[in-house]
Nanobody, 114 residues
Framework: VQLQASGGGLVQPGGSLRLSCAAS????????MGWYRQAPGKQRELVAI???????NYADSAKGRFTISRDNAKNTVLLQTNSLKPEDTAVYYC?????????WGQGTLVTVSS
């Protein structure tokens, strides 16, 4: 399974970005899909996850500002990020679980700065 993430970039505080991640390859049945992020000098942390049934959970830092969604037919997971803050600056990674194996995307950089 290969993951291709896109949508990162430079945005001003208060702005929005939509991150997308598409899975391809020998996919059996993806269960959980999610987004994580890693800021410089920090450990990777969970941002949001979504089950195959559409139930979502968010890190406290993401609640009310970020929305995760998925398209099961296209094996795609999206992360709509709004009201971005400088502390949201990080490399964002998508992750999917297929046959109980975790797969990671290559990461997309989000920079929030004026």
């Amino acid at each position: 399974v290969q993951l291709q993430a896109s949508g990162g970039g430079l945005v001003q505080p208060g702005g929005s970005l939509r991150l997308s991640c598409a899975a391809s390859g020998s996919i059996f049945s993806i269960s959980s899909m999610g987004w994580y992020r890693q800021a410089p000098g920090k450990q990777r942390e969970l941002v949001a996850i979504i089950t195959s049934g559409g139930s979502a959970n968010y890190a406290d830092s993401a609640k009310g500002r970020f929305t995760i969604s998925r398209d099961n037919a296209k094996n795609t997971v999206l992360l709509q990020t709004n009201s971005l803050k400088p502390e949201d600056t990080a490399v964002y990674y998508c992750r999917v679980v297929d046959k109980m194996i975790w797969y990671w995307g290559q990461g997309t950089l989000v920079t929030v700065s004026s």
